[in-house]
């Protein structure tokens, strides 16, 4: 019979010994990152000079993430202090030494943790974090990794600028102590949150052989193992602290691409009527005349099958729309006077309205059967305006908003993101603009910042960016902004900016200009690439092309030359500092090295393309294309992550410009 004497039993008197700051009293505890407790005068002691004085309570069963949380909690308090914790468990824990309790267990229950007003209240990924002076509680509904991360970013002043060990922040000490508080993170972004990473665009068989195309097979067996793994567990352990790899939807534009080979024959009338003397044919990019009935319940027959909450209904990649008078119909006034062809395939049409038409029809079906079910579509292409009509979306539909091109950050993006927002739709972003600059340092924090605070606070329910390219060294500023400033929309941008110069010590100052300079020539970049037509399509195929071109006018000799002072004075100073901020600031002078060197092999190939005759010019086209791959070599072996060589030397090959 259970005794409910509290001192009958040695861990709860020692529980109610310790609750000096209360649990099961707190407040309700809501938002992304409210801090609700106030600071105790006493200090919880997890290392006292070099000396464990506390352990970890690890649950008798744990939950999925639970072992790993566990495991980078001890990783953090070793690498700070030279440490680690002894983990124990009900069966084990002496009843006296102070606890660090990670995940639902005995512990955390006679706590109070597990009750409805301390987890119930979060999501699936919300995370309560409670520090007394004699123990700490770390628990996540589903993912207790999440408040060992920030338990660990808080409590320990820890930060990480960039993956691997060069890029983890934080301050050597024999004594780690935390004060006492309370706080929970949470998010309304449940869905979906990806800031993806271009190492997993393709199957490791496929990058094992993208590898040898690019750099050789000899090298590719050199480094395969070895830099190449390195480079793709790294960054995902960094986009897993970043609480940037959560994809519960199912959404892309790959619903429809079986449908032409499946349906053609018996039900060509599925697919969307070209203009008068224009054949329809088909493909995996095909369009639907999604006025069709049979469309709609052709659809939702399959979607049964899958008993799922979740519906992609994102339209194919391409243009091609329904020319068809009950597709017209559905579009908005203003389209009426459009042609047929224009319809079918121009910048002119809008057609918002007739898709929100469809998809809210397929909404309401949809939830008659399922309640919980989701609908996710892309507002892309001719669907990427807002509607020009008073048309709703249905509270059933969850829209990725694919704003944020090549042209970034000179684009409409707010404009749009409103005007859907007042449409009372539920919002993803689903921008491209990470893969803008070729490699360069080619850099937008503020603006990237700043435009994802505002979203944030205009039905914002995630994102899926394309992608983290890997050029941490040139424009992993920008992936620190985008990732910060997603978990922190409170924030003010530049403390999250002024947090990164901060990780290079007394070298900050030349390295925030080093930035602030770089910042500046890439406001030239939308203007320049209009203003002289580098663009050939508005599509990533023409923005790679964009970009060579655009590399050699912004990133100029002169552009090396007043930031070659810059990284000098940088490198003086960190030489006086701790040898982790020398390292930080090296692999700085890599990216600048690796954007120097493209710069002018890119320079000179468009030279020897312009002069086809000139063989002097071809030769030295190809002496710096040779250099620079000797450089990309030699980098990714030693560094991996400065820049994804890969990834640019692909890009490069398919635009055929150096080769």
């Known amino acids: 019979m259970k005794n409910n004497n509290l001192d009958s039993n040695p861990r709860r008197r020692f529980l109610r010994q310790a609750a000096t700051v209360a649990i099961t009293g707190a407040a309700a505890l809501t938002g992304w990152e409210k801090i609700v407790g106030a600071a105790a005068n006493n200090t919880f002691t997890l290392v006292q000079n070099g000396v464990p004085t506390a352990v970890i309570f690890a649950p008798d069963q744990p939950e999925k993430y639970t072992a790993a949380a566990i495991a980078d909690l001890n990783y953090w308090i070793k690498r700070i202090s030279g440490v680690s914790l002894k983990i124990v468990s009900a069966a084990t824990w002496d009843q006296k030494t102070p606890v660090i309790a990670v995940g639902k267990s005995t512990f955390t229950q006679e706590c109070g943790l597990t009750n409805k007003s301390l987890l119930e209240e979060l999501s699936e990924d919300g995370a309560k974090i409670v520090i007394t002076p004699n123990y700490v509680l770390l628990a996540g509904n589903e993912r207790d990794d999440y408040a060992v991360t920030e338990f660990v970013k808080y409590a320990f002043n820890v930060r990480w600028i960039w993956p691997g060990q060069s890029g983890e922040v934080f301050e050597p000490r024999s004594t780690i102590s935390v004060t006492p508080k309370q706080w929970t993170w949470d998010t309304p972004m449940r869905e979906i949150r990806m800031l993806n990473s271009t190492y997993h665009f393709h199957s490791p068989p496929f990058a094992r052989k993208e590898l040898e195309e690019q750099l050789g097979k000899e090298y590719a067996d050199e480094v395969w193992s070895a830099s190449y793994a390195t480079a793709v567990e790294e960054t995902d352990n960094w986009l897993h602290r970043a609480r940037s790899d959560v994809k ?99 910048d002119k049409a809008i057609l918002t309205d007739r898709y929100l038409h469809f998809w809210n029809m397929l909404a309401k079906r949809a939830a008659a059967i399922n309640p919980k079910v989701l609908l996710a579509t892309y507002a892309y292409r001719s669907m990427q305006h807002p509607p020009l009509t008073n048309i709703k979306a249905d509270p059933h539909l969850l829209i990725g908003y694919v704003g944020g091109e090549g042209y970034y950050p000179e684009e409409p993006i707010r404009q749009e993101w409103a005007g859907w927002a007042a449409a009372d739709a539920k919002l993803f972003w689903r921008p491209n603009l990470l893969h803008c600059g070729h490699s360069m340092p080619y850099l937008f924090p503020k603006n990237l910042g700043e435009d994802l605070h505002y979203l944030m606070q205009r039905n914002m329910r995630g994102y899926d960016f394309d992608a983290i390219t890997g050029h941490w060294a040139t424009q992993g500023l920008n992936y620190y902004m985008a990732a910060e400033a997603l978990l922190r929309p409170q924030t003010n941008i530049a403390e999250i900016e002024n947090e990164y110069y901060a990780a290079f010590g007394k070298a900050a100052e030349p390295v925030q200009k080093y930035f602030s300079y770089w910042q500046e020539i890439t406001k030239k970049g939308p203007s320049t690439l209009q203003d ?103 980098t990714f072996k030693e560094n991996p992550l400065a820049v994804n060589v890969t990834e640019i030397t692909r890009i490069e090959r398919s635009q055929k410009i150096m080769w």
């Open 532 to 634: 002289q037509k580098l663009v050939s399509r508005e599509t990533w195929g023409g923005w790679w092309e964009g970009f060579f071109k655009l590399a050699p006018i912004l990133y100029n000799d002169q552009a090396f030359e007043d930031t070659k002072v810059l990284l000098q004075q940088a490198e003086d100073l960190a030489t006086n500092d701790q040898p982790v901020i020398a390292e930080r600031v090296r692999f700085l002078r890599i990216g600048w090295e690796h954007s120097r060197m493209t710069s002018q092999a890119i320079d000179a190939a468009l030279k020897a393309n312009e002069n086809s005759d000139d063989d002097a010019l071809k030769q030295n086209a190809v002496q710096k294309r040779e250099a620079l791959m000797a450089y990309r070599k030699s």
């Open 248 to 346: 519960r939807i199912v959404v892309g534009q790959t619903a429809f691409r079986p449908w032409w080979d499946e349906y053609s024959a018996e039900h060509p009338d599925w697919f969307a009527k070209p203009p008068a003397g224009v054949i329809q044919k088909g493909g995996n990019g095909v369009k639907l005349n999604i006025s069709n009935p049979a469309v709609a319940d052709t659809i939702l027959s399959r979607w049964q099958k899958t008993h799922k909450d979740y519906l992609n209904v994102a339209p194919n990649d391409s243009r091609g729309y329904c020319t068809c008078d009950v597709c017209r119909s559905w579009d908005a006034p203003q389209m009426q006077s459009l042609t047929d062809a224009q319809i079918y395939n121009s």
